[in-house]
């Protein structure tokens, strides 16, 4: 199976550090995905998900950044201290926000598929979120910004 760098990889990998450019592309081998003949990273690992996408179907840069996007909208803000009344109101908004993106989310059937199931308490999404059909990945997308 054919894999795409969607964001440039700086950094440790199973054969030592690498700078992949984005649009670089890659094989799936077993559970490895490979550049050439350097073996990168276990496809299932946070770094795998982080970097790669697959590209089978020739939309890997789109899977890459759908992701990315679900994963950045949903991800919490961190206003830290010393922060004004404007930005602790915008940042309360937006966990609200968030908050009922979530329960749309875990409301909805047809997403379960993309749930960890060995972790109930919490949504992780699991393996098949990161390789899901373009498609699936925009129906995620708008059910979130319905949140709003």
């Not at 998900?49 to 890459?64: L, P, S, V």
């Not at 990315?68 to 309360?92: C, F, S, W, Y």
């Not at 409301?107 to 979120?129: M, Q, S, T, Y």
């Amino acid at each position: 199976m054919e894999y795409i760098v969607h964001r440039r990889l700086r950094g440790n990998t199973l054969c030592g550090v690498v700078n992949l450019p984005f649009g670089t592309v890659c094989e799936l081998r077993g559970e490895i995905i490979y550049a050439k003949d350097k073996p990168l990273v276990i496809c299932t690992s946070e770094k795998a998900h982080q970097f790669f996408a697959r590209n089978d179907d020739g939309k890997g840069i789109e899977r890459g950044h759908l992701t990315q996007e679900i994963l950045t909208v949903l991800h919490p803000i961190d206003i830290g201290e010393g922060a004004t009344r404007k930005q602790i109101a915008k940042a309360q908004e937006y966990e609200k926000f968030r908050e009922r993106a979530w329960m749309r989310i875990d409301g909805d059937p047809a997403l379960k598929k993309f749930k960890r199931v060995e972790i109930e308490d919490d949504w992780i999404w699991n393996h098949d979120f990161y390789n899901a059909e373009i498609s699936d990945l925009q129906y995620i997308l708008n059910t979130i910004k319905e949140a709003k």
